[in-house]
C-alpha cells in the first residue's frame, strides 16, 4: 500500500464530476504542521480504483480569501 503524503486528511465534501464516475474531494489537511484546504479531481484507474489526480492544496490562512473571490466572482454573473 502507498504512503500516505498528508500527516492528517478530514474529508470535508465529495461531488460527482461526471457520469464517468469521477469526482471532486475537498480536504482540510496537514503536512509538517501546516494546515490546507485540498481540491482535486478524482478519477476511476482501470481497476476502477479513485486516484487523485489534478488539483491544489490551498494554504489554510488564504483559504478564505480565495473563497470569497469565487463566491463574489459568481454573483457578480447573476
Sequence with gaps: M???FWDT???LLTLDKNDRGEQIIIKRVS???KEFIDVRSYYLNKLD???PGKGIAI???LSEE???TILNSVKERE
Design 9 to 11: 486528511s478530514e474529508d
Design 2 to 4: 502507498a504512503e500516505e
Design 66 to 68: 480565495i473563497a470569497n
Design 49 to 51: 480504483e479513485l486516484c
Design 31 to 33: 503536512k509538517k504542521g
Design 59 to 61: 494554504p489554510g490562512h
